[in-house]
Every structure is written in C-alpha cells, then in structure tokens.
C-alpha cells in the first residue's frame, strides 16, 4: 500500500514558555522530519502551571517553517492536536499527554529527560504509568536511565543524548567576570 498523506507527527512538550534547552530539543527533532518526505511535524507547547508564551519563543518558533501550537496542559487544545496526530512523541511522561496518546490508540514515543524520583507520590505513580504507556523510551542519559529502569533497559527503551542547534554565534563579552558554561550541570 502506497500512502500519499504524510504522517502526522506530534512532538508535544512542557514548557515555561520561554526558549532554553527543551525547546531547543524539541526544535532539533522536529527539524530533522520537516524536510524528510512523507511526515508533517508540529510541535505542541504546554505551557506549564503559571507560564506564559514569551514574544521571544514565538519569534524563534515562527522562523522556523514547523507548524506549532500552544497548549494548557490537560486541556481540550491538548486533546484535538493528540487526536490530530498518528504518532506521538512526548518530552518526559506527562500523564495528560500519555494517557491521551494511549485513549486514542496513538503510538507513543517517550524521552526520558528528568529523572525518576524516589519520594512516593501520586505524581510519582502518574509518572511510572505513563512511562509504561510508552512503545518506546529515550533516555538521554544512562544516570537517567538507571533511575527509571535500575534492572538494565526493558524492550523498547534505549539511551540516546538529546541534541539540539546552538543559536545564532553572538559575540561573546569577554570583560565579564564570572564564566561561561556551555554543557549541562547534573
């Protein structure tokens, strides 16, 4: 069977709203299927309690040429762009976006940023069910990894590190006290 529709890809994320590191990521990954044929990206920001979509993350994702969306979490937004989607790829395993994607018989792809916690809690639980709703987990690491899977990787799991473009070259103030730290503190 020939398709001639591309796939519908949802890259649904967390965000305060603001670009850092995850938007970074999430931009990357949708980047990387824009110009493959035969997959249309959008990439679905929801907002996190208290945040606020800043006219500096809508001025990076407009120059991008990937379609987005801006979300509140568990909300009927949310849930039209999971029924939109064919596959899902969600950023952490947030309840509303996992539970939706399994409702609807969507596919789901989890990466695996945070890791697990220790301190139980229905948030812990939540968590531990929507990561299990996943057909597949990427952690972007191996510290992460052993938190979520301390037993070794179950099927359809595997560590992966999260890459991303670095912004636009900006001259660096080298008169500044202090230092630059280009990485990731863990």
Known sequence: MNRVDPIRVLIA???QGRYG??????F??????VDE????????????????FQSELRSRCEERRIPFTVVPRASRELWAKLRWAEIV?????????AFGARLLGR???LTMINHHSDRPSLHTRLWDCAARAALARCYISDFVR???EPDGLRPGSQVMPAVSQLPPA???DWNRAGFYFIGRWI
């Open 146 to 148: 052993q938190t979520w």
């Open 37 to 52: 044929p035969g997959f249309a990206p959008c990439v679905c920001f929801k907002l996190v309690k208290g945040a606020t």
């Open 28 to 33: 990357a990954l949708a980047e990387s299927l």
């Open 13 to 15: 994320t967390p965000t």
């Open 107 to 109: 596919p789901l792809l």
């Open 89 to 97: 790829h969600g950023q952490n395993p947030s309840p509303d976006v």
């Open 170 to 172: 900006r001259d660096l």
């Open 21 to 26: 590191g995850l938007e970074a990521f999430v």
